[in-house]
């Protein structure tokens, strides 16, 4: 919601809990409430290429959860 950029890495909160959570230098970035974007990146080797479907967006409602 800032508009600050920054690259971190990913530790998994407890499943179903519906926590995003920032920590360490990434925290200093966002305050709780703020919109985030996140975005994944990995490598891929051509088979994994020739099998990808293509990007998803998936939009969060409310408790970070995905609206049916």
């Known amino acids: 919601a800032n508009a600050q950029r920054f690259e971190t890495y990913a530790i998994a909160e407890k499943a179903g809990s519906g ?3 920032l920590y360490g230098g ?4 966002a305050k709780p409430g703020d919109d985030l974007i996140i975005l994944c990146v990995g490598e891929l080797d051509d088979a994994q290429v020739a099998a990808f479907k293509g990007p998803k967006v998936i939009r969060l409602g409310a408790g970070n959860r995905i609206p049916v």
């Open 19 to 21: 926590q995003i959570a």
């Open 26 to 29: 990434a925290a200093k970035m």
